[in-house]
């Protein structure tokens, strides 16, 4: 059993930056690739990013790229998701996930593929 916990949300201007981490209670994180995901208020949860295993591979949506940048430290067991040029449409409850893929490299965007979920934090943007 994988248990996450995120943090660092809270509230910002736009054009500002803030990280996101998330802390995996989990012997080897190196076991799961990971992905982060948004909900915003009345919408759907959407795909974020996610990195491969081994770090080698990043995924993201096209809403942030060249924005967020996504990150792991599998030695203490944390993921980051470092959040640039925050604007308004950037609101919403934030994700974390593990996906026990036995692929080393890959690294997906399907709800689906990820076991494991976090309770969230909530990031919000004012213009």
């Known amino acids: 059993q994988v248990q996450l916990a995120e943090s660092g949300g809270g509230l910002v201007q736009a054009g500002d930056s803030l990280t996101l981490s998330c802390a995996a209670s989990?012997?080897?994180?190196?076991?799961?690739?990971m992905g982060w995901f948004r909900q915003a208020p009345g919408k759907e949860r959407e795909f974020v990013a996610s990195i491969s295993r081994n770090g080698g591979v990043t995924v993201y949506a096209e809403s942030v790229k060249g924005r967020f940048v996504i990150s792991r430290d599998n030695v203490k067991n944390a993921v980051y998701l470092q959040m640039n040029s925050l604007n308004p449409e950037d609101t919403a409850q934030y994700y974390c996930a593990a996906d026990a893929t036995l692929n080393p490299t890959f690294s997906g965007r399907s709800q689906a593929r990820f076991d494991y979920w976090g309770q969230g934090t909530r990031v919000t943007v004012s213009s």
């Open positions: 989990v012997r080897t994180l190196n076991s799961y690739s």
